[in-house]
């Protein structure tokens, strides 16, 4: 599915569950897929795995390993697989006259 399709509005400065980010599996060594963010916990400190769960937060905040997200990705076979990231493997995705497309989106 299209990130555009997946709530993502580009240039906001907020983080919410639905949007859409780009993601690196495998501690941040694979390359970015696009992937939609199903749930977000903003951490007790950097790097701890306790803290709270949250409906958005703050791009600036969203550094190290200060936020835990859950992400769906899409599977090339149908279906979402379901994974976890530290802050450090997502970013946000550039708005669309940076992404280099030939054709405008929707």
Do not use: C
């Not at 639905?18 to 199903?38: N, P, Y």
């Amino acid at each position: 599915m299209a990130y555009w399709a997946m709530g993502y509005y580009p240039g906001e400065n907020v983080l919410q569950v639905g949007h859409a980010v780009l993601w690196r599996g495998s501690w941040g060594s694979e390359s970015e897929q696009i992937a939609k963010v199903t749930s977000i916990q903003v951490n007790d400190s950097d790097g701890s795995k306790f803290g709270e769960t949250v409906q958005s937060v703050a791009w600036d905040s969203v550094i190290r390993r200060q936020v835990i997200v859950n992400l769906n990705v899409e599977s090339p076979h149908g279906g979402g697989l379901t994974h976890w990231a530290w802050a450090d493997q997502i970013r946000r995705i550039p708005p669309v006259d940076q992404l280099g497309l030939p054709f405008p989106l929707p």
